[in-house]
Structures are given as C-alpha cells and as structure tokens.
C-alpha cells in the first residue's frame, strides 16, 4: 500500500477497478448492448463497403459433395495442412444385417505450425514460400506411403483441388479468387495482394519438369522409382478461398443434415481474433455489393462475412461507455490503432494484455513498496493462453509458483507474489474473462436479430417465423463455433450460451419458439475449406 494508504482504501479500488470490467453484465444493459449492435450491423451492411462483405457463397452444402482435397488453414498463430475426404451421403442397403459406421468426413496427414513473429513481419513473398514449403511437406508424406510397385503417375491426378481458409479480410467476387485487405492480428502484409497468386508461386518452386533423359519413369522395377516419384509433385489448383468464420459455417452446416427443426444460422470465431458469419438477403445490402456477384441478379441470400470487430462497430460500446481506461490504453499502443476496437476487447490476443494492463496498475497504484517484475512490464508479456491453463486452472500454491518462474523480481527483500496479488491476478483475469463472453453473446444475438432470425422487441421490428409453433416444438438456430479462446479457456463457451439464453429468452416473446445453441465445429477451418472446394460446381 501507498504510504497513508488504508487496506479499505486499497479494497476499494480494487472493487472499482473490478466494477469497470464486469458492471454492466445485467440483462437489461446486455440486452440493450445486442439491440444496439443489430442496429449498428443493419447500418453498416447498408452503408459500408469495409463491413458486411459478399462472399461468393450464395449455396449451403447439400451433404452430398464427394472427393479428396488438400485444405490449408492459415489462422492468425498457426498453419495447419491436411487432407479432407468427403464421403457424401452414405446409403446403406436394407438389406445390410450389419451396419458399419463410415465417416462422413475423414482427415489424414494433417500437420500443424506456429506462425512466428518474423514471418508475419517478413515481405509476402517469404512468408508464401514458407506456406509452400509445408504444402509440399504434406503432400510428399502421403506419397511417401505409396508403396513402390504402385505405378509412379501421381495418385491426385495432374492437379491436386484446394481449398483455402484464411483468418483475415479479404475480397472476393469468385470462390476461387481473392484479394487481401489490410491484416490484424500481428501481420505486417500489406493489402491488394492477389492470395491466389502469392499461394501458388511459393509453391511453385517444388514443381519439377518431367524426366527427359530416357528412363523408363514407369519402371516399377527400378529400385529408385519412389524417389523419382517424390522429385515431382503434383500442380495444384485452387478451387476455393474463404474466411475462416465462413469455413466453421460451411464444415458444420455439411457434417450435420438440416432438419426442419434445426438449421446452421451463423458461423463464429473465438481465438486469435473474433468474426462471425450469416446468411443475408441481398436486399439487405450496401447496392455495391451484389454486383461482385455472378449471377447477381439470380441471387437472392449471400453468405456474409461481417467483419464485426473492425472501426464502427463499437459504435454501441461507445455509446453505454463500456470501454474502460485499459481498453483505450491497449488500442491507442496497439499495431494498428483504432482497427479492430471490438477484437481489442473479447479476442485471444489481447485478453492477457488487457488483464496486465489491469494488474500493472493496480499494484501500482495502491503499493509503494511493489517492485513489479520487469519482465510484466514488457506489453503482451502475459499471454492468453498461460491465463487459461495455468491461472484459471491450477491451485493457488501452483499459480504462485508458476508465476514467480515467469516473473521473477530482480531483486527484492519480500516476495513479490504473494497470496494476495496472485489472487488479485486471477480475479481480474475472470473478469476480463466475463466480460469477453458477455460481449460475444450481445454480438451474436445483435446479429441473429439483425437478419431476422430472433427478434428483440423495438418498434417495428421484423422477424423470421411466428412466434410459436402450433405442435410446441422449438427450432433450433445453431452458431458453428471454432477458436482455442471460446473452446479452451475455462468458462468463456458455458457464460456466452447463458447470456445468448437469457438474451434470447428476454429479447422478445416471440423468441419462445426459438433456442440458439452454440456447437463447436471441429477442426472447421481446414474442413469446411474442403467442404467448400467440394461444392465449387454449385456456388463458382
């Protein structure tokens, strides 16, 4: 404590502090706060050209695409490559005494790597090539397990289908095309990069010219041969591009058939970042935008990629002042300022900064005798991810430990991890924590409203349905979710589906005949990329 400093006094601007995270978590704020943001995504589908972007997806998966595809899933902190068998639908004979279960989808030689920082700051041509290099990794282990006497043409054909899930904004006016819009998340690429183009040239490399000098290439005899085989891969081509919130709509929207009671009605990711994706009418758009489309004037429902977290959005955050100091302080000392306000407040990489911020001044503030380690001075130095597996986890003597590993003092004549601050720590961290999962739930719920799909009692609100069903059944609207904050930090997934519940339930009688459900999308990115190159006949 400060000198003069009484530990009430020291309470106090803790609770104050604590207050400012977490105060406003009441259903009447929340439910404004998602009434708000209906309005604000209404608006700016209308008005902005930055939001709310078409995606050539004007076509649900039917469940019936088949094939093998390569999938890459380029998120905003690991690269994940790997090959997706859709199997369709699976008939069975009646006459069948057993029934064998085959999956639907099927995944092998997946691998998986970290991102590092001086790859998101290198030029676009490094960090393509690097993506090549594992592209050709991955193809090269499946064809390592081709046995020798297997003819040495390639099992995939003159070119290998592929299917792309990228974390970040990017504009499309065919499935298989895209240009990238300024980045987030760390990366330092700049925009009006041809994504396409840029894939195929860092894989490029790995393309050697046939054998020309007279040997039998079709020798299965030659002791060599697989060698051969593997000195030239197969071209690729690209047969769809995505954002990875679309991906996590399009992978569940396959694997699970739709009912009459149940249907896929948004995509959202929760991890690195946060975006969320949903079916729009096109009416319903700035006029711009349709006529990015083929076919526009046949299209009546776009698959829409929101954008949600960039400039504008926070509009309605703004407005019930729900941003704290810290928020301000983060975005204002952040890469790109003022970019992804909303993102800044509820993501994976900034949870941790924002509870830092948090802590460094509380301890500050109401201790003249703390010594803060300087290694929790160094902004992003307490990540996300050690909040979630180890704070919000592990027992209090293991926390203390853990934390006095990571940030040791230099010197000091007390221990500065004390019971007390550790517990001040994981308090806050909870915090952060709620608040986070309030806000995504008023997002999906402002979203679901904004489309129709639910309604929140205004004035002349719209509304998709009636407002029971006359049998008593409930149709469920399912959010496909994916993302290591929403599916693996202790309490986030369990506290947004409350408060989208409660949110639902309150927002409008009507809503009774509605239940909205979060599920999580498994490995959705790399799947639906593959969904999606599966369905390129239909929505190309």
């Given at each position: 404590?400060?000198?003069?400093?009484?530990?009430?006094q020291?309470?106090?601007?803790?609770k104050?502090?604590?207050?400012?995270?977490?105060?406003?978590?009441?259903?009447?704020?929340?439910?404004?706060?998602?009434?708000?943001?209906s309005?604000?995504?209404?608006d700016l589908?209308?008005t902005s050209?930055e939001?709310?972007l078409?995606?050539?997806v004007?076509?649900?998966?039917t469940?019936k695409e088949k094939?093998?595809?390569?999938?890459i899933?380029?998120?905003?902190?690991?690269?994940?490559?790997?090959?997706?068998?859709l199997?369709?639908?699976l008939?069975?004979s009646v006459?069948?005494?057993?029934?064998?279960?085959?999956?639907?989808?099927?995944?092998?030689?997946?691998?998986?790597?970290?991102?590092?920082?001086?790859?998101k700051m290198?030029k676009?041509?490094?960090?393509f090539a690097?993506?090549?290099?594992c592209?050709?990794?991955?193809?090269?282990s499946?064809?390592e397990?081709?046995?020798?006497?297997?003819?040495?043409?390639?099992p995939?054909?003159?070119?290998?289908?592929?299917?792309?899930?990228?974390?970040?904004?990017?504009?499309?006016?065919?499935?298989?095309e895209?240009?990238?819009?300024?980045?987030?998340?760390?990366?330092?690429?700049t925009?009006?990069?041809?994504?396409?183009?840029?894939?195929l040239?860092g894989?490029?490399?790995?393309?050697?010219?046939?054998?020309?000098?007279g040997?039998?290439?079709h020798?299965?005899?030659?002791?060599s041969?697989k060698?051969?085989?593997l000195s030239?891969?197969?071209?690729i081509?690209i047969?769809?591009?995505?954002?990875?919130?679309v991906?996590?709509?399009?992978s569940?929207?396959?694997?699970v058939?739709?009912?009459?009671?149940s249907?896929?009605a948004?995509?959202?990711?929760?991890g690195?970042?946060?975006?969320?994706?949903?079916?729009?009418?096109?009416?319903?758009?700035?006029?711009?935008k349709?006529?990015?489309?083929?076919?526009s004037?046949?299209?009546?429902?776009?698959?829409?990629?929101t954008?949600?977290t960039?400039?504008?959005t926070?509009?309605?955050?703004?407005?019930l002042n729900?941003k704290?100091?810290?928020?301000?302080?983060l975005?204002?000392?952040?890469?790109a300022?003022?970019?992804?306000?909303f993102e800044?407040m509820?993501?994976?990489?900034y949870?941790?900064?924002?509870v830092?911020l948090?802590?460094?001044?509380?301890?500050?503030t109401n201790?003249?005798?703390?010594?803060?380690?300087?290694s929790?001075?160094?902004?992003?130095?307490?990540?996300?991810?050690?909040?979630?597996?180890?704070?919000a986890?592990a027992?209090?003597a293991?926390?203390?430990k853990e934390l006095?590993?990571?940030?040791?003092?230099?010197?000091?004549p007390?221990?500065?991890?004390?019971p007390?601050?550790?517990k001040?720590?994981k308090?806050?961290?909870?915090a952060?924590q709620?608040?986070?999962?309030a806000?995504?739930?008023a997002?999906?719920?402002?979203?679901?409203?904004?489309?129709?799909?639910?309604?929140?009692?205004?004035?002349?609100?719209?509304?998709n349905?009636n407002?029971?069903?006359?049998?008593?059944?409930?149709?469920e609207?399912?959010?496909?979710?994916?993302?290591?904050?929403?599916?693996?930090?202790?309490?986030?997934?369990?506290t947004?589906?409350?408060?989208i519940?409660?949110?639902?339930?309150?927002?409008?009688a009507?809503?009774?005949?509605?239940?909205?459900?979060?599920k999580e999308a498994?490995?959705?990115?790399?799947?639906g990329a593959?969904v999606?190159a599966?369905?390129?006949s239909?929505?190309a």
């Amino acid at each position: 404590m400060a000198a003069g400093e009484s530990p009430k006094q020291n309470e106090n601007g803790v609770k104050e502090a604590l207050a400012s995270l977490t105060g406003f978590l009441d259903e009447h704020t929340l439910l404004d706060l998602a009434s708000r943001f209906s309005d604000t995504y209404r608006d700016l589908a209308k008005t902005s050209t930055e939001h709310f972007l078409v995606t050539p997806v004007t076509a649900l998966p039917t469940g019936k695409e088949k094939g093998k595809f390569l999938s890459i899933d380029v998120g905003g902190t690991n690269l994940r490559i790997g090959f997706i068998d859709l199997a369709g639908e699976l008939e069975t004979s009646v006459q069948d005494v057993q029934k064998v279960e085959v999956p639907k989808i099927r995944q092998s030689y997946d691998k998986n790597w970290p991102i590092d920082d001086h790859l998101k700051m290198d030029k676009a041509e490094d960090l393509f090539a690097w993506i090549g290099d594992c592209i050709a990794e991955v193809i090269t282990s499946a064809l390592e397990d081709l046995s020798v006497s297997e003819p040495l043409q390639s099992p995939f054909g003159d070119e290998l289908l592929l299917g792309i899930t990228f974390s970040f904004p990017m504009a499309q006016t065919c499935l298989s095309e895209a240009t990238l819009l300024p980045m987030g998340k760390g990366f330092a690429i700049t925009s009006d990069l041809n994504l396409g183009k840029m894939l195929l040239a860092g894989y490029s490399r790995h393309l050697a010219e046939p054998t020309t000098n007279g040997e039998n290439v079709h020798d299965k005899s030659n002791p060599s041969s697989k060698k051969r085989r593997l000195s030239k891969l197969p071209r690729i081509r690209i047969a769809a591009i995505t954002n990875d919130t679309v991906a996590t709509f399009a992978s569940l929207a396959y694997a699970v058939k739709a009912a009459p009671n149940s249907r896929v009605a948004m995509g959202l990711i929760v991890g690195t970042g946060t975006n969320a994706t949903v079916p729009m009418k096109v009416r319903d758009l700035h006029p711009s935008k349709p006529k990015e489309l083929a076919n526009s004037e046949d299209v009546e429902t776009v698959v829409i990629n929101t954008e949600w977290t960039i400039r504008g959005t926070d509009k309605p955050l703004n407005d019930l002042n729900i941003k704290t100091k810290w928020d301000l302080d983060l975005d204002q000392n952040s890469s790109a300022p003022g970019f992804q306000p909303f993102e800044y407040m509820t993501a994976g990489r900034y949870l941790g900064e924002i509870v830092r911020l948090v802590f460094v001044d509380l301890v500050s503030t109401n201790s003249s005798e703390a010594q803060l380690p300087p290694s929790l001075t160094a902004r992003y130095s307490l990540p996300t991810r050690f909040l979630s597996e180890v704070v919000a986890r592990a027992d209090d003597a293991t926390v203390i430990k853990e934390l006095e590993d990571r940030y040791a003092p230099i010197s000091s004549p007390t221990a500065f991890w004390t019971p007390g601050r550790s517990k001040l720590l994981k308090d806050i961290a909870y915090a952060v924590q709620q608040r986070s999962s309030a806000l995504v739930a008023a997002a999906c719920t402002g979203l679901l409203d904004c489309v129709h799909d639910i309604c929140i009692d205004r004035a002349g609100a719209e509304y998709n349905g009636n407002g029971t069903h006359d049998d008593g059944t409930v149709e469920e609207l399912v959010i496909a979710y994916a993302g290591g904050t929403i599916s693996q930090y202790p309490e986030w997934l369990q506290t947004c589906q409350r408060w989208i519940d409660t949110l639902v339930t309150k927002g409008s009688a009507v809503n009774k005949s509605k239940r909205v459900v979060l599920k999580e999308a498994l490995d959705g990115g790399i799947i639906g990329a593959g969904v999606l190159a599966g369905m390129t006949s239909d929505i190309a």
